[in-house]
T-cell receptor, first 118, second 114 residues
Framework: DADVTQTPRNRITKTGKRIMLECSQT?????MYWYRQDPGLGLRLIYY???????NKGEISDGYSVSRQAQAKFSLSLESAIPNQTALYFC?????????????????FGPGTRLTVL | TQLLEQSPQFLSIQEGENLTVYCNSS?????LQWYRQEPGEGPVLLVT?????EVRKLKRLTFQFGDARKDSSLHITAAQPGDTGLYLC??????????????FGQGTILTVHP
């Protein structure tokens, strides 16, 4: 089973709809991140959480919100989707984890959600 | 905000050729990671370089971290079609409240033709 899972994998929605993307991890990491990927722009950080009670904005947080329901779960919401939020969305984790041997700087990514806003 | 400039953005070569991808910044990073991403999947970590001047080799891939920890390169020897993918560099911010955050380059799309 994958260590970092994302649901849904694909979503098509209409302008103005509320959308939630979910992320779960079994790595035991305390840190979780949400990124969006657009062609030619690499990965840009939307929000990050260093533990359940700590949530921080990234460089492009406008129009997004997050919830850290548990150490293993981190969800991203688009309150009112707009077409320029069409992108690939990735969740990632980092931390010492259950198996040890990794650092906070090494991130492990989920398979991504392809979101299209019409 | 720290920026990482990655070049080239696109690279199309024949099997057996060598190539180098560059990642440059005016900022110092505590470490630098290289990731590879295939279509429909998330990025997968290839290597982390930590020490200025460090060179790491993984089979035909050679990674180097600049002496000042501001730049890095990825060199692939005798590229194969299986090397095709998106390569991303990412710098880890030095510390304080930003510790653990990564700044990503724009990515290099590599296509290796048989």
């Amino acid at each position: 089973d994958a260590d970092v899972t994302q649901t849904p994998r694909n979503r098509i929605t209409k302008t103005g709809k509320r959308i939630m993307l979910e992320c779960s991890q079994t790595k035991g990491h305390d840190r979780m991140y949400w990124y969006r990927q657009d062609p030619g722009l690499g990965l840009r950080l939307i929000y990050y959480s260093f533990d359940v009670k700590d949530i921080n904005k990234g460089e492009i947080s406008d129009g997004y919100s997050v919830s850290r329901q548990a150490q293993a779960k981190f969800s991203l919401s688009l309150e009112s989707a707009i077409p320029n939020q069409t992108a690939l969305y990735f969740c990632a984790t980092s931390g010492v984890g259950l198996a040890g041997g990794t650092s906070y700087n090494e991130q492990f990514f989920g398979p991504g959600t392809r979101l299209t806003v019409l | 905000t720290q920026l990482l400039e990655q070049s080239p953005q696109f690279l199309s070569i024949q099997e057996g050729e060598n190539l180098t991808v560059y990642c440059n910044s005016s900022s110092v990073f505590s470490s630098l990671q290289w990731y590879r991403q295939e279509p429909g999947e998330g990025p997968v970590l290839l290597v982390t370089v930590v020490t200025g001047g460090e060179v790491r080799k993984l089979k035909r891939l050679t990674f180097q971290f600049g002496d000042a920890r501001k730049d890095s390169s990825l060199h692939i020897t005798a590229a194969q079609p299986g090397d095709t993918g998106l390569y991303l560099c990412a710098g880890a911010q030095p510390g304080g409240t930003s510790y653990g955050k990564l700044t990503f380059g724009q990515g290099t799309i590599l296509t290796v033709h048989p």
